[in-house]
């Protein structure tokens, strides 16, 4: 069972320090694995821009208000990664009446294209695909293939009056489109025209679906079959009503944030973190003595963890999702002290060492384990159902506590597995 318990400590420290070096960007290896995974910082750490743009629904119905927002805000999303952002946040905000897009651009170069090419409506339309002699560099894709061409046709959004999610008789998606009067003309004619031809629908210069005609479709209806993804129907739909629906966007608000405040609100911030986490770690050997060491080297090592874990999977580190970080630090030490005081009660029952730790960590992982669960499963909620600055704080949140819960009970139990109940053995030998 010792050999067990070195062998996983072993083990979980040269994991630790293989993140130390990794996290660290200043290191050798740090340094050179931040080329290809950097750390990604949010707005307000590294400077940048906040838009905020109206969208004026007033031209669309009710029902397919959600449809056209979230299709505007991929369509967006899309657009603002072309300029190269890090990271960039698009969400949405619907208060009564009003409709919103919040756009984050951290450390944008060039605002006012960045505000020129977002502020224009996406626009849909629908082109034939050719066969070409040689690959055309003006308008393919590789939905087209690599001799052919698209032709756009006079059929744009305009003339589309919505599409809608349906599903056929065996249970797949199907999307449904509807054109007005003149749309239901010009789409026979190009229908007509390239029957057995894939015919290309393209919103903002990509091509979102290239359906292959069956037959001349007539009476301004017209149904997308084939596709067996749920989620990309769905998201077909919406990018459909974005540039098909009259749904104009205009910008209300800037907010700029320099690239020196932002410096100056990481330092504080990573200061305000080191300080608060001493303080821990002093009350923790002040308080508990020898079990308060463990403590403080378990803590170490997930701290070392967890920001390795952030800079793997990319995850933009805001003020607020420091600040959750810094939160998932007191549900780390919040689980020592459980262990720690429900050995101290073993103890003085009068077991020995061995029997009281195994017994405090069996009694205090049921406190444990509610007390993450609960904070995990709020973490989840707000991640999901929010945006923003809070899903920063609920994201880091919730990979804190699920490293501080396998830092809690295996690397504090191994060490005092390992040391503390060693040192009880010898000081037991020696009196004797």
Not at 341 to 361: C, D, N, V, Y
Not at 380 to 401: D, E, P
Request: glycine share 8%; hydrophobic share 45%; no cysteine.
């Amino acid at each position: 069972m010792k050999a067990k318990s070195v062998s996983l400590f072993t083990l979980v420290l040269i994991l630790t320090i293989a993140s130390v070096f990794f996290v660290y960007p200043k290191a050798p290896i740090g340094g050179y694995l931040s080329q290809y995974l950097p750390w990604r910082l949010g707005l307000d750490l590294v400077g940048g821009s906040y838009l905020v743009y109206d969208v004026d629904m007033s031209g669309v119905a009710v029902a397919d208000r959600n449809s056209v927002m979230n299709g505007l805000r991929d369509v967006i999303e899309k657009r603002v990664n072309l300029f190269g952002v890090s990271e960039p946040r698009v969400t949405s905000s619907i208060s009564g009446d009003s409709y919103r897009l919040n756009v984050e651009l951290a450390g944008i170069k060039d605002v006012n294209q960045a505000i020129k090419q977002i502020g224009e409506t996406p626009f849909l339309q629908f082109a034939e695909v050719k066969e070409t002699a040689a690959t055309s560099t003006s308008a393919t894709s590789t939905a087209a293939g690599q001799n052919q061409q698209l032709v756009f046709s006079d059929l744009n959004g305009r003339y589309v009056q919505g599409a809608q999610l349906s599903f056929s008789q065996v249970g797949l998606p199907v999307v449904n489109i509807s054109f007005n009067d003149q749309g239901a003309k010009m789409f026979e004619d190009l229908t007509s025209r390239n029957v057995g031809k894939p015919l290309a629908i393209v919103l903002d210069n990509e091509i979102i679906s290239a359906p292959r005609v069956n037959e001349a479709i007539s009476g301004g209806k017209a149904e997308i079959t084939g596709i067996n993804d749920l989620k990309e129907a769905q998201q077909l739909v919406e990018r459909f009503n974005a540039g098909a629906l009259p749904a104009p966007i205009k910008l209300i608000d800037q907010q700029t944030v320099s690239a020196s405040l932002g410096q100056d609100s990481l330092q504080k911030t990573i200061w305000a973190g080191i300080l608060g986490t001493l303080a821990v770690m002093l009350f923790m050997v002040l308080y508990y003595h020898g079990l308060g060491f463990f403590a403080v080297i378990a803590l170490a090592i997930y701290i070392a963890l967890s920001l390795a874990v952030f800079k793997l999977f990319s995850v933009t580190m805001s003020l607020s999702g420091i600040a959750g970080f810094i939160l998932s630090i007191g549900m780390a030490v919040d689980a020592n002290v459980l262990i720690f005081e429900r050995t101290r009660e073993e103890m003085k029952k009068g077991l020995e060492r061995t029997t009281a730790i195994a017994e405090g960590f069996r009694r205090a992982w049921t406190s444990i384990r509610d007390s993450n669960l609960t904070t995990i499963l709020t973490a989840l909620i707000l991640y999901m159902f929010t945006s923003s600055f809070v899903q920063g704080f609920a994201l880091t949140l919730l990979i804190g506590v699920v490293v501080s819960m396998f830092t809690a009970i295996t690397v504090t139990e191994n060490l005092l597995k390992i040391f503390y109940i060693r040192n009880a053995s010898k000081s037991t030998t020696k009196g004797k």
